[in-house]
């Protein structure tokens, strides 16, 4: 169970694919961004929401999604196709 003061929020990029906890997060003046390439951020509750999402994801008809997502925690990429060719050249698995 997480202690009361534990901040549990996830946040992920808007104009990047980076995602982590919100203590990883980066500055870019007084506002929190990513900590690779300093964009935008939004953020949800916690990693049960988070995974919530990409489990559906996953269920609605893309295997190997959550194993995508997980490996991509704490890397920026520029865009999706970017994030997604880094990983099938790393890990060798293909995603539909």
Not at 6 to 11: C, G, K, L, N, S
Not at 34 to 43: A, D, I, K
Request: aromatic share 12%; charged share 20%.
């Amino acid at each position: 169970m997480n202690s009361p003061t534990e901040d549990t929020r996830v946040a992920f990029g808007v104009r990047c694919v980076w995602w982590d906890g919100i203590a990883n997060v980066g500055r870019r003046g007084n506002l929190p961004a990513c900590p690779r390439c300093g964009g935008p951020l939004f953020e949800v509750p916690d990693e049960a929401t988070w995974f919530g999402g990409v489990d559906q994801h996953e269920a609605n008809g893309n295997p190997g999604y959550r194993a995508f997502i997980e490996w991509q925690r704490g890397k920026c990429f520029p865009s999706f196709l970017a994030a997604r060719a880094a990983y099938e050249t790393a890990t060798g698995e293909r995603l539909s």
